[in-house]
Protein backbone atom coordinates (compact mmCIF):
# COMPACT_ATOMS: atom_id res chain seq x y z
CA UNK A 1 0.00 0.00 0.00
CA UNK A 2 2.82 2.43 -1.39
CA UNK A 3 1.14 5.61 -2.64
CA UNK A 4 2.63 4.97 -5.30
CA UNK A 5 3.49 8.50 -5.75
CA UNK A 6 7.27 9.33 -4.98
CA UNK A 7 6.34 13.33 -4.37
CA UNK A 8 3.70 12.33 -2.13
CA UNK A 9 5.37 11.23 1.38
CA UNK A 10 4.43 8.09 2.77
CA UNK A 11 1.76 7.95 5.64
CA UNK A 12 3.62 6.17 9.09
CA UNK A 13 1.65 4.26 12.05
CA UNK A 14 3.08 3.36 15.23
CA UNK A 15 1.93 0.22 17.17
CA UNK A 16 2.19 0.24 20.65
CA UNK A 17 1.21 -2.13 23.42
CA UNK A 18 -1.23 -0.67 25.89
CA UNK A 19 -0.89 -2.82 28.75
CA UNK A 20 1.84 -4.69 30.65
CA UNK A 21 2.99 -6.25 27.15
CA UNK A 22 2.56 -9.28 25.12
CA UNK A 23 -0.91 -7.71 23.76
CA UNK A 24 0.01 -9.70 20.72
CA UNK A 25 2.05 -6.82 18.70
CA UNK A 26 3.67 -9.55 16.87
CA UNK A 27 1.00 -10.65 14.81
CA UNK A 28 -0.51 -6.98 14.19
CA UNK A 29 2.98 -5.85 13.03
CA UNK A 30 3.65 -8.48 10.49
CA UNK A 31 0.14 -7.92 9.47
CA UNK A 32 0.56 -4.49 9.12
CA UNK A 33 4.08 -4.85 7.24
CA UNK A 34 1.51 -5.76 4.10
CA UNK A 35 1.38 -1.52 3.63
CA UNK A 36 4.93 -0.79 4.45
CA UNK A 37 8.18 -0.22 3.01
CA UNK A 38 10.23 -0.28 6.47
CA UNK A 39 9.43 -1.08 9.93
CA UNK A 40 11.27 0.58 13.18
CA UNK A 41 12.43 -0.49 16.47
CA UNK A 42 12.92 2.37 18.64
CA UNK A 43 13.04 1.12 22.44
CA UNK A 44 13.69 -1.55 24.29
CA UNK A 45 16.22 -4.20 23.75
CA UNK A 46 16.65 -8.27 23.50
CA UNK A 47 14.09 -8.62 26.07
CA UNK A 48 11.02 -8.08 23.94
CA UNK A 49 9.49 -11.28 22.36
CA UNK A 50 6.95 -11.21 19.37
CA UNK A 51 5.92 -14.56 18.11
CA UNK A 52 4.94 -14.93 14.76
CA UNK A 53 3.25 -17.44 12.79
CA UNK A 54 3.20 -17.67 9.19
CA UNK A 55 2.68 -20.56 6.97
CA UNK A 56 1.58 -22.39 10.59
CA UNK A 57 5.58 -21.95 11.46
CA UNK A 58 6.22 -20.32 15.20
CA UNK A 59 8.82 -17.84 15.36
CA UNK A 60 10.21 -16.00 17.90
CA UNK A 61 12.21 -12.42 16.86
CA UNK A 62 13.50 -10.33 20.29
CA UNK A 63 15.60 -7.47 18.22
CA UNK A 64 15.01 -7.74 14.43
CA UNK A 65 11.48 -5.76 13.52
CA UNK A 66 9.46 -8.97 12.47
CA UNK A 67 9.06 -7.01 9.53
CA UNK A 68 12.17 -8.71 8.36
CA UNK A 69 10.14 -11.61 7.80
CA UNK A 70 8.64 -9.86 4.36
CA UNK A 71 10.94 -9.42 1.05
CA UNK A 72 11.69 -6.29 0.56
CA UNK A 73 10.67 -4.68 3.62
CA UNK A 74 13.36 -2.62 5.45
CA UNK A 75 14.24 -2.97 9.21
CA UNK A 76 15.73 -0.48 11.10
CA UNK A 77 17.00 -0.49 14.55
CA UNK A 78 16.38 3.48 16.11
CA UNK A 79 18.62 5.05 18.51
CA UNK A 80 16.09 4.51 21.46
CA UNK A 81 17.41 0.35 21.12
CA UNK A 82 19.69 -0.53 23.65
CA UNK A 83 21.70 -3.04 21.55
CA UNK A 84 23.55 -6.24 22.49
CA UNK A 85 25.55 -6.67 18.73
CA UNK A 86 26.60 -10.37 19.91
CA UNK A 87 22.43 -11.41 20.61
CA UNK A 88 21.90 -9.38 16.96
CA UNK A 89 24.32 -11.51 15.02
CA UNK A 90 22.79 -14.66 16.18
CA UNK A 91 19.58 -13.66 15.64
CA UNK A 92 20.76 -12.80 12.16
CA UNK A 93 22.08 -16.50 12.01
CA UNK A 94 18.51 -17.63 12.84
CA UNK A 95 16.82 -15.79 10.21
CA UNK A 96 19.59 -16.79 7.30
CA UNK A 97 19.41 -20.36 8.67
CA UNK A 98 15.30 -20.12 7.92
CA UNK A 99 16.62 -18.78 4.14
CA UNK A 100 15.62 -15.08 5.25
CA UNK A 101 18.06 -12.57 4.01
CA UNK A 102 18.46 -9.92 6.20
CA UNK A 103 21.55 -8.34 5.85
CA UNK A 104 21.23 -6.09 2.95
CA UNK A 105 17.82 -5.23 4.39
CA UNK A 106 18.71 -4.24 7.78
CA UNK A 107 20.00 -0.75 9.36
CA UNK A 108 21.33 -0.13 12.86
CA UNK A 109 21.51 3.12 14.38
CA UNK A 110 24.73 4.24 15.29
CA UNK A 111 23.76 6.19 18.28
CA UNK A 112 22.38 2.81 20.19
CA UNK A 113 23.95 2.36 23.03
CA UNK A 114 25.55 -0.90 23.25
CA UNK A 115 24.81 -3.46 25.91
CA UNK A 116 28.05 -5.78 26.97
CA UNK A 117 28.26 -9.00 29.24
CA UNK A 118 29.42 -6.35 31.90
CA UNK A 119 25.81 -5.06 31.75
CA UNK A 120 23.89 -8.86 32.33
CA UNK A 121 26.71 -9.46 34.57
CA UNK A 122 25.57 -6.39 36.94
CA UNK A 123 21.76 -7.32 36.10
CA UNK A 124 22.01 -11.00 37.76
CA UNK A 125 24.44 -9.65 40.62
CA UNK A 126 21.86 -7.14 41.81
CA UNK A 127 19.37 -9.39 41.63
CA UNK A 128 21.13 -12.05 43.24
CA UNK A 129 22.04 -9.93 46.36
CA UNK A 130 18.64 -8.74 46.51
CA UNK A 131 17.37 -12.35 46.84
CA UNK A 132 20.15 -12.74 49.33
CA UNK A 133 19.21 -9.87 51.70
CA UNK A 134 15.70 -11.13 51.22
CA UNK A 135 14.18 -8.03 49.70
CA UNK A 136 11.74 -7.30 46.42
CA UNK A 137 12.98 -8.39 42.85
CA UNK A 138 12.59 -6.00 40.23
CA UNK A 139 12.24 -9.37 37.84
CA UNK A 140 13.86 -7.90 35.25
CA UNK A 141 15.32 -10.27 32.36
CA UNK A 142 18.29 -10.26 33.53
CA UNK A 143 20.08 -9.12 29.75
CA UNK A 144 21.95 -6.18 30.97
CA UNK A 145 18.95 -3.40 29.28
CA UNK A 146 18.65 -1.70 32.96
CA UNK A 147 22.44 -0.89 32.88
CA UNK A 148 22.68 -0.06 29.29
CA UNK A 149 20.45 2.33 29.64
CA UNK A 150 21.92 3.78 32.92
CA UNK A 151 24.66 4.28 30.95
CA UNK A 152 23.29 5.96 28.51
CA UNK A 153 21.43 8.60 30.59
CA UNK A 154 24.67 9.27 32.97
CA UNK A 155 26.74 9.66 29.28
CA UNK A 156 28.93 7.37 29.61
CA UNK A 157 27.80 4.87 27.29
CA UNK A 158 29.91 3.16 24.02
CA UNK A 159 27.70 3.46 21.38
CA UNK A 160 27.19 1.73 17.93
CA UNK A 161 29.70 4.84 16.46
CA UNK A 162 32.27 3.39 18.70
CA UNK A 163 32.88 0.64 16.95
CA UNK A 164 34.10 2.35 14.14
CA UNK A 165 36.75 3.38 15.69
CA UNK A 166 38.49 0.41 17.60
CA UNK A 167 41.18 2.65 19.58
CA UNK A 168 38.38 5.04 20.52
CA UNK A 169 36.68 1.52 21.64
CA UNK A 170 39.22 -0.40 23.27
CA UNK A 171 40.08 3.11 25.77
CA UNK A 172 36.35 3.64 26.45
CA UNK A 173 35.94 0.05 27.21
CA UNK A 174 38.55 -0.18 29.47
CA UNK A 175 37.31 2.54 31.49
CA UNK A 176 33.59 1.07 31.61
CA UNK A 177 34.90 -2.10 32.96
CA UNK A 178 36.79 -0.26 35.71
CA UNK A 179 33.25 0.89 36.81
CA UNK A 180 31.86 -1.75 36.51
CA UNK A 181 34.25 -4.02 38.94
CA UNK A 182 33.87 -1.54 41.20
CA UNK A 183 29.85 -2.11 41.62
CA UNK A 184 30.07 -5.75 41.03
CA UNK A 185 32.85 -5.88 43.87
CA UNK A 186 30.37 -4.41 45.98
CA UNK A 187 27.99 -6.72 44.78
CA UNK A 188 30.30 -9.39 46.03
CA UNK A 189 29.69 -10.71 42.41
CA UNK A 190 32.52 -13.09 43.21
CA UNK A 191 30.01 -15.37 44.98
CA UNK A 192 27.20 -15.33 41.94
CA UNK A 193 26.78 -18.46 40.30
CA UNK A 194 26.37 -17.48 36.95
CA UNK A 195 25.61 -20.99 35.54
CA UNK A 196 22.33 -21.00 36.98
CA UNK A 197 21.01 -18.09 35.37
CA UNK A 198 19.15 -20.30 32.63
CA UNK A 199 19.39 -17.75 29.68
CA UNK A 200 23.26 -17.59 30.30
CA UNK A 201 23.62 -21.19 29.19
CA UNK A 202 24.42 -20.68 25.14
CA UNK A 203 26.48 -17.75 26.03
CA UNK A 204 28.20 -18.31 29.47
CA UNK A 205 29.32 -14.99 30.88
CA UNK A 206 31.99 -16.74 32.53
CA UNK A 207 34.52 -16.31 29.54
CA UNK A 208 34.60 -12.49 30.39
CA UNK A 209 33.66 -12.71 34.32
CA UNK A 210 36.69 -14.16 36.59
CA UNK A 211 36.71 -14.39 40.51
CA UNK A 212 33.32 -11.74 39.66
CA UNK A 213 35.43 -9.04 37.70
CA UNK A 214 34.85 -8.40 33.95
CA UNK A 215 38.16 -8.96 31.93
CA UNK A 216 39.25 -6.77 29.06
CA UNK A 217 41.44 -8.50 26.65
CA UNK A 218 38.81 -11.47 26.27
CA UNK A 219 35.90 -9.44 25.92
CA UNK A 220 37.36 -6.38 23.46
CA UNK A 221 38.64 -9.59 21.22
CA UNK A 222 35.04 -10.27 20.85
CA UNK A 223 33.58 -6.90 20.13
CA UNK A 224 36.00 -5.94 17.80
CA UNK A 225 35.60 -9.23 15.64
CA UNK A 226 31.12 -8.80 16.49
CA UNK A 227 32.05 -5.18 14.93
CA UNK A 228 33.52 -6.43 11.34
CA UNK A 229 29.97 -8.36 10.64
CA UNK A 230 27.91 -5.15 11.98
CA UNK A 231 29.73 -2.66 10.22
CA UNK A 232 28.21 -2.61 6.83
CA UNK A 233 24.34 -2.20 8.98
CA UNK A 234 25.37 0.37 10.51
CA UNK A 235 23.58 3.68 9.43
CA UNK A 236 22.14 7.36 10.17
CA UNK A 237 18.82 5.62 10.99
CA UNK A 238 17.34 9.13 11.45
CA UNK A 239 18.20 10.58 7.74
CA UNK A 240 17.37 6.95 5.97
CA UNK A 241 14.06 7.17 7.51
CA UNK A 242 13.15 10.64 6.88
CA UNK A 243 14.11 10.28 2.95
CA UNK A 244 12.93 7.10 2.89
CA UNK A 245 9.40 9.01 4.03
CA UNK A 246 10.08 11.85 1.92
CA UNK A 247 10.01 10.05 -0.99
CA UNK A 248 6.83 7.71 -0.30
CA UNK A 249 7.58 4.91 1.86
CA UNK A 250 5.12 3.98 4.79
CA UNK A 251 6.58 3.37 7.85
CA UNK A 252 5.57 1.33 10.59
CA UNK A 253 6.78 2.02 13.99
CA UNK A 254 6.97 -1.40 16.21
CA UNK A 255 7.07 -0.42 19.95
CA UNK A 256 7.59 -3.30 22.30
CA UNK A 257 6.75 -4.08 25.77
CA UNK A 258 3.70 -1.98 27.01
CA UNK A 259 2.42 1.23 28.15
CA UNK A 260 2.03 0.35 31.57
CA UNK A 261 5.84 -0.96 31.71
CA UNK A 262 6.47 2.77 30.62
CA UNK A 263 9.56 4.26 32.64
CA UNK A 264 7.25 7.40 33.03
CA UNK A 265 3.92 6.28 32.68
CA UNK A 266 4.30 2.91 34.20
CA UNK A 267 3.40 0.96 37.50
CA UNK A 268 6.99 2.26 38.90
CA UNK A 269 9.20 0.95 39.81
CA UNK A 270 7.83 -2.07 38.47
CA UNK A 271 8.55 -1.33 34.69
CA UNK A 272 11.22 -1.46 31.58
CA UNK A 273 13.31 1.10 31.32
CA UNK A 274 12.92 2.77 28.25
CA UNK A 275 9.55 4.60 27.22
CA UNK A 276 7.19 2.44 25.65
CA UNK A 277 4.52 5.28 24.38
CA UNK A 278 3.91 6.26 20.92
CA UNK A 279 5.76 9.52 21.21
CA UNK A 280 8.63 7.86 21.63
CA UNK A 281 8.69 6.33 18.85
CA UNK A 282 9.65 10.08 17.05
CA UNK A 283 12.20 10.38 20.05
CA UNK A 284 13.89 6.89 19.66
CA UNK A 285 14.15 6.85 15.92
CA UNK A 286 14.91 10.29 14.99
CA UNK A 287 11.72 11.12 13.18
CA UNK A 288 9.83 14.50 14.20
CA UNK A 289 6.56 13.80 16.05
CA UNK A 290 3.91 15.04 13.32
CA UNK A 291 5.60 12.12 11.07
CA UNK A 292 3.60 9.76 13.40
CA UNK A 293 0.17 9.59 11.65
CA UNK A 294 -1.32 7.12 13.31
CA UNK A 295 -1.09 5.34 16.55
CA UNK A 296 -2.43 1.84 17.02
CA UNK A 297 -3.22 0.42 20.56
CA UNK A 298 -2.73 -3.17 20.78
CA UNK A 299 -5.38 -4.42 23.39
CA UNK A 300 -5.56 -8.31 24.73
CA UNK A 301 -9.56 -9.21 25.37
CA UNK A 302 -8.74 -9.49 29.36
CA UNK A 303 -5.36 -8.34 30.88
CA UNK A 304 -1.93 -10.10 31.58
CA UNK A 305 1.39 -9.44 33.34
CA UNK A 306 4.60 -11.06 33.50
CA UNK A 307 6.49 -10.82 37.25
CA UNK A 308 5.77 -8.20 39.78
CA UNK A 309 3.69 -5.38 40.38
CA UNK A 310 0.54 -4.10 40.99
CA UNK A 311 -2.64 -5.70 38.79
CA UNK A 312 -6.08 -4.63 39.82
CA UNK A 313 -8.02 -7.01 38.15
CA UNK A 314 -5.81 -10.06 38.71
CA UNK A 315 -7.82 -13.17 39.24
CA UNK A 316 -6.62 -16.59 40.49
CA UNK A 317 -4.86 -17.74 37.27
CA UNK A 318 -3.83 -20.86 38.66
CA UNK A 319 -7.07 -23.15 39.85
CA UNK A 320 -8.55 -25.21 37.65
CA UNK A 321 -12.02 -24.15 35.98
CA UNK A 322 -11.58 -20.51 37.10
CA UNK A 323 -11.92 -17.53 34.46
CA UNK A 324 -8.58 -16.91 35.27
CA UNK A 325 -7.30 -20.07 34.67
CA UNK A 326 -9.29 -20.12 31.61
CA UNK A 327 -7.35 -17.24 30.09
CA UNK A 328 -4.30 -18.33 31.16
CA UNK A 329 -4.94 -22.12 29.38
CA UNK A 330 -6.95 -20.97 26.51
CA UNK A 331 -4.75 -17.80 25.86
CA UNK A 332 -1.01 -20.12 26.48
CA UNK A 333 -0.13 -17.10 28.39
CA UNK A 334 3.52 -17.82 28.73
CA UNK A 335 6.36 -15.68 27.59
CA UNK A 336 7.85 -15.66 24.66
CA UNK A 337 11.92 -14.39 26.50
CA UNK A 338 11.43 -16.15 29.68
CA UNK A 339 9.31 -18.62 29.74
CA UNK A 340 7.73 -17.15 32.44
CA UNK A 341 3.85 -17.55 33.28
CA UNK A 342 1.60 -14.14 32.87
CA UNK A 343 -0.91 -13.78 35.93
CA UNK A 344 -4.25 -12.88 34.13
CA UNK A 345 -7.10 -11.12 34.89
CA UNK A 346 -10.38 -9.14 33.90
CA UNK A 347 -10.48 -6.47 31.05
CA UNK A 348 -9.04 -3.17 32.58
CA UNK A 349 -10.93 0.02 30.76
CA UNK A 350 -9.64 2.45 33.68
CA UNK A 351 -6.21 1.30 33.01
CA UNK A 352 -6.75 1.80 29.20
CA UNK A 353 -8.24 5.51 29.53
CA UNK A 354 -4.42 6.00 31.03
CA UNK A 355 -3.44 4.17 27.81
CA UNK A 356 -5.12 6.06 25.49
CA UNK A 357 -4.53 9.37 27.14
CA UNK A 358 -0.36 8.94 27.03
CA UNK A 359 -0.16 7.54 23.85
CA UNK A 360 -2.53 9.89 21.83
CA UNK A 361 -4.12 6.35 20.51
CA UNK A 362 -6.02 6.61 17.10
CA UNK A 363 -7.91 3.26 16.86
CA UNK A 364 -7.90 -0.31 19.26
CA UNK A 365 -6.83 -3.01 18.33
CA UNK A 366 -8.31 -6.02 20.33
CA UNK A 367 -6.49 -9.07 20.10
CA UNK A 368 -7.33 -12.70 21.89
CA UNK A 369 -11.24 -11.96 21.42
CA UNK A 370 -11.25 -15.84 21.05
CA UNK A 371 -9.84 -16.53 24.25
CA UNK A 372 -12.64 -15.57 25.89
CA UNK A 373 -15.04 -18.15 24.52
CA UNK A 374 -17.09 -19.84 26.46
CA UNK A 375 -16.89 -17.94 29.80
CA UNK A 376 -20.30 -17.84 31.14
CA UNK A 377 -19.80 -14.23 32.32
CA UNK A 378 -17.06 -11.38 31.51
CA UNK A 379 -16.24 -8.62 34.01
CA UNK A 380 -14.83 -5.50 33.11
CA UNK A 381 -13.20 -2.63 35.05
CA UNK A 382 -14.73 0.92 34.99
CA UNK A 383 -12.96 2.33 37.43
CA UNK A 384 -12.04 1.78 41.42
CA UNK A 385 -12.46 2.37 44.72
CA UNK A 386 -8.76 4.86 46.10
CA UNK A 387 -8.56 5.54 49.76
CA UNK A 388 -12.55 5.98 50.27
CA UNK A 389 -12.63 7.65 46.48
CA UNK A 390 -14.27 6.75 43.32
CA UNK A 391 -11.70 7.20 40.66
CA UNK A 392 -12.18 6.24 37.03
CA UNK A 393 -8.70 6.36 35.72
CA UNK A 394 -5.62 4.22 36.52
CA UNK A 395 -3.07 6.24 39.11
CA UNK A 396 0.18 6.76 38.58
CA UNK A 397 2.71 4.60 40.42
CA UNK A 398 2.73 1.14 42.19
CA UNK A 399 1.60 2.35 45.68
CA UNK A 400 -1.30 4.06 44.56
CA UNK A 401 -2.09 1.56 41.97
CA UNK A 402 -1.67 -1.51 44.73
CA UNK A 403 -4.33 0.23 46.92
CA UNK A 404 -7.05 0.48 44.06
CA UNK A 405 -10.32 -1.89 44.72
CA UNK A 406 -11.31 -2.58 41.40
CA UNK A 407 -15.22 -1.54 40.04
CA UNK A 408 -17.00 -3.65 37.86
CA UNK A 409 -19.21 -4.30 35.30
CA UNK A 410 -20.48 -7.70 34.32
CA UNK A 411 -21.56 -8.80 31.08
CA UNK A 412 -23.18 -11.73 29.51
CA UNK A 413 -20.51 -14.46 28.34
CA UNK A 414 -20.96 -16.36 24.83
CA UNK A 415 -20.69 -19.97 24.07
CA UNK A 416 -19.97 -19.98 20.21
CA UNK A 417 -16.67 -19.95 18.94
CA UNK A 418 -15.62 -16.83 17.81
CA UNK A 419 -11.84 -18.48 16.28
CA UNK A 420 -10.91 -17.48 12.93
CA UNK A 421 -13.86 -14.92 12.37
CA UNK A 422 -13.09 -12.04 9.67
CA UNK A 423 -16.27 -10.27 9.64
CA UNK A 424 -17.77 -8.44 12.46
CA UNK A 425 -21.49 -9.70 11.40
CA UNK A 426 -20.44 -12.97 12.04
CA UNK A 427 -18.92 -12.30 16.33
CA UNK A 428 -21.33 -13.98 18.94
CA UNK A 429 -23.79 -11.39 19.70
CA UNK A 430 -22.15 -11.04 23.08
CA UNK A 431 -18.64 -10.59 21.96
CA UNK A 432 -19.96 -7.52 19.86
CA UNK A 433 -22.06 -6.22 22.77
CA UNK A 434 -18.80 -6.83 24.92
CA UNK A 435 -16.41 -4.99 22.32
CA UNK A 436 -19.02 -2.31 22.40
CA UNK A 437 -18.92 -1.55 25.97
CA UNK A 438 -14.82 -1.11 25.36
CA UNK A 439 -15.65 1.20 23.35
CA UNK A 440 -17.73 3.03 25.46
CA UNK A 441 -15.83 2.87 28.50
CA UNK A 442 -12.23 3.33 27.08
CA UNK A 443 -13.51 6.27 24.76
CA UNK A 444 -11.25 4.80 21.49
CA UNK A 445 -12.75 3.40 18.34
CA UNK A 446 -12.12 -0.33 18.01
CA UNK A 447 -10.45 -0.39 14.24
CA UNK A 448 -9.20 -4.01 14.39
CA UNK A 449 -10.14 -7.14 15.99
CA UNK A 450 -7.85 -10.40 16.07
CA UNK A 451 -9.51 -13.84 16.60
CA UNK A 452 -6.59 -16.11 16.41
CA UNK A 453 -2.93 -16.15 16.15
CA UNK A 454 -3.04 -16.58 12.29
CA UNK A 455 -2.75 -13.18 10.68
CA UNK A 456 -5.52 -14.07 8.52
CA UNK A 457 -8.36 -14.12 11.15
CA UNK A 458 -8.44 -10.31 11.68
CA UNK A 459 -11.72 -8.31 11.64
CA UNK A 460 -10.84 -4.81 10.14
CA UNK A 461 -13.18 -1.72 10.86
CA UNK A 462 -10.57 0.93 9.43
CA UNK A 463 -7.28 0.13 8.14
CA UNK A 464 -4.76 2.03 9.63
CA UNK A 465 -2.46 2.87 6.67
CA UNK A 466 -5.58 4.41 4.93
P1 LIG B 1 3.59 -9.51 21.71
O1 LIG B 1 4.89 -9.43 22.44
O2 LIG B 1 2.70 -8.34 22.03
O3 LIG B 1 3.75 -9.75 20.24
O4 LIG B 1 2.81 -10.76 22.28
P2 LIG B 1 3.33 -12.26 22.32
O5 LIG B 1 3.86 -12.66 20.98
O6 LIG B 1 4.18 -12.49 23.48
O7 LIG B 1 2.00 -13.01 22.64
C1 LIG B 1 1.04 -13.09 21.76
C2 LIG B 1 0.66 -14.55 21.61
O8 LIG B 1 -0.69 -14.62 21.34
C3 LIG B 1 1.37 -15.22 20.46
O9 LIG B 1 1.58 -16.58 20.75
C4 LIG B 1 0.37 -15.06 19.32
O10 LIG B 1 0.50 -16.05 18.32
C5 LIG B 1 -0.92 -15.18 20.06
N1 LIG B 1 -2.02 -14.39 19.49
C6 LIG B 1 -1.97 -13.17 18.89
N2 LIG B 1 -3.21 -12.77 18.53
C7 LIG B 1 -4.06 -13.76 18.92
C8 LIG B 1 -5.48 -13.94 18.85
O11 LIG B 1 -6.22 -13.10 18.38
N3 LIG B 1 -5.97 -15.09 19.40
C9 LIG B 1 -5.20 -16.05 19.95
N4 LIG B 1 -5.78 -17.13 20.46
N5 LIG B 1 -3.85 -15.91 20.04
C10 LIG B 1 -3.30 -14.79 19.53
Redesign the pocket.
Known amino acids: MTNGNSAIPGRNVVVV ?1 TQW ?9 DWLTESAQGVVRFQGGHN ?6 INGV ?1 T ?1 LHLIP ?1 GIMRPGVKCYVGNGVVLSVGKLLEEIGGLEAAQVEVRSRLRVSEACPLILPFHAALDVAREAAKEKAGTDKIGTTGRGIGPAYEDKVARRALRVQDLKYPERFAAKLRDLIAYYNTQLAALDAAQVDWSMVPWLKDQPLSVFVEKGQVQFDPLLAQVLQQAEQLRPMIADVSRELNDANRTGANLLFEG ?3 TLLDIDHGTYPFVTSSNCVAGNAAAGSGVGPGLLHYVLG ?1 TK ?1 YCTRVGGGPFPTELDWQTEGTPGWHMAT ?3 EK ?3 TGRSRRCGWFDAALLKRSAQVNGLTGLCI ?5 LDGLAELKLCVGYQLDGERVDILPMGADEIARCEPIYETLPGWSDSS ?1 GVTRYEDLPRHAQQYLRRIEETTGVPIHV ?5 DRD ?2 ILLRHPFQ
Do not use: Y
Not at 48 to 53: E, K, N, Q, R, Y
Not at 367 to 371: F, S
Open positions: GGDEGKGKLVAGHTLVKASAQGIAVGAGVTTKLDVVISTSPHT
